[in-house]
């Protein structure tokens, strides 16, 4: 790479050589404190990362995992300091590199997305000038937050109105550096969506309607549905099914999609429609086939019938902001709630009433359909620690054993998946209730 040099880069290693400095600028003093502390830390690693594995035990191999990940997350934020760094002393000029990201990227064969994810995290961590200095930089800097989240956490604080106050700013980015302790970035990134809403929900629940009503149209526009026959029978898209069911679907579709049913439409949007691509009008009827499904003509999955359920307040019902939830942990804007509540026939959850019987005692042994759609609006899905399973993949478990006594109700009882509904009735597992409602299962000693 010009400007820089490595010795030996293309020659075998001699096991008896000093270890290669790595990529060093000609002519610099490596004497550097960091630097030798990198070394340091790389030599140490060298020597004793693997020594003794044999004899580790499964706590203290639990203890190492989650020590060697913290350790690996307060490097990420050095790189992320440093390709911050790089870009105010110009690295990146030193061999033409267009910036610091793309600097880090050749000399390492980082992708650029992960070199970039760094740039961004490093903004936040050192800039003076940050929003996002006070409770994220140190997170970063002592291992409880790693990069991938820290991304998360940025572009969820970036995402918040320009015009919101610095307190609230700084609460949002506190509680989201607090989630980090116990949601990875896939969760926080949902979290994000909500985080003005869990602050100041006066000003947080017309933000996130504006959010969701923007991807929905987004989502809407960009629909695709595409199929086609390969002459063996099949016909191929995003699934393989046999040529009956591919024209069973087409025709369906058809119905829905074609042409003619738009031809006489004067006005610019009617014509956009007309004018759309094939996959384009096949992604629109699909959606419209789907809303048009009976969902008594559809079997029972996980002991509910296959449809989603969608919660919401009376309130945003009415025209409010709030936004509904879905039992298979999605969220959609109060007026696509509405919308669909206008074709569709409307199930009331209704917790602690007589609308729906949720509790049958000692009476019966297993739970009724009621109860599961009562318990699959609460708690999402499988409630072990760290399981994504949704509703329709777990079993109701009776929390109170039937056999020691337990009755049959939504407040004694849980989801959990099958692997989960095991390990409970395991005797080699031991089980505590977090505060957040989930189960966290240790095997015995």
Not at 5 to 31: F, I, N, Q, T
Not at 135 to 151: F, I, K, N, R, S
């Amino acid at each position: 790479m010009p400007g820089l040099s490595r010795e030996s880069r293309y020659d075998a290693p001699d096991p008896a050589a000093e270890p290669e400095p790595g990529w060093v600028a000609p002519g610099v003093d490596v004497g550097h404190p960091l630097l030798e502390a990198i070394r340091t830390a790389t030599d140490e690693l060298s020597a004793d990362g693997r020594t003794g594995l044999g004899w580790l035990s499964a706590p203290q191999t639990g203890i190492a995992l989650v020590d060697a990940h913290r350790l690996v997350a307060r490097a990420s934020a050095l790189v992320a300091v440093l390709v911050q760094h790089a870009e105010e002393v110009e690295l990146h000029r030193s061999n033409g590199a267009s910036t610091a990201a793309v600097w880090l990227a050749n000399a390492t064969a980082t992708t650029r997305r992960d070199a970039y994810r760094f740039a961004r995290v490093g903004e936040a961590i050192i800039d003076d000038t940050s929003r996002y200095r006070t409770h994220l930089a140190p997170a970063c800097e002592t291992g409880g937050v790693d990069t991938e989240q820290a991304d998360v956490i940025v572009k969820a604080l970036d995402a918040l109105p320009d015009d919101l106050p610095a307190e609230l700013r700084l609460q949002a980015e506190q509680a989201m550096v607090g989630f980090a302790a116990d949601h990875d970035a896939r969760a926080l990134r949902a979290l994000g969506k909500k985080i003005l809403t869990v602050i100041a929900p006066e000003v947080g629940e017309a933000h996130e309607a504006a959010l969701l009503e923007r991807e929905e149209r987004e989502a809407r526009a960009t629909s695709r549905l595409s199929m086609v026959s390969d002459g063996l029978g099949r016909v191929w898209g995003r699934f393989v099914i046999p040529e009956l069911h591919g024209a069973m679907l087409r025709k369906a579709l058809d119905a829905y999609a074609a042409p003619q049913h738009l031809n006489t439409a004067d006005d610019p949007e009617r014509r956009f429609q007309r004018d759309r691509t094939t996959p384009e009008r096949y992604g629109q009827a699909f959606q419209q086939l789907l809303e048009m499904l009976d969902h008594k003509d559809l079997p029972n999955t996980g002991g509910t019938g296959a449809t989603v359920v969608v919660t919401m307040t009376l309130e945003s019902l009415l025209g409010g902001l709030a936004s509904a939830s879905l039992d298979t942990g999605g969220t959609i804007s109060a007026s696509e709630a509405r919308r669909l509540a206008c074709d569709a026939g409307l199930i009331p959850a209704v917790f602690g009433t007589t609308s729906e019987v949720l509790d049958l005692g000692r009476t019966a042994r297993f739970h009724t359909k009621a109860m599961r759609l009562a318990m699959a609006t609460r708690d999402k899905g499988c409630v072990a620690e760290g399981c994504t399973r949704p509703p329709h993949q777990t079993h109701a478990h009776h929390l109170t054993e039937w056999s020691a006594g337990g009755h049959t109700n939504t407040k004694d009882s849980c989801l959990l998946c099958d692997q989960h509904h095991h390990q409970i009735h395991d005797p080699l597992y031991l089980t505590e209730r977090l505060g957040t409602g989930k189960l966290r299962f240790t095997r015995r000693e």
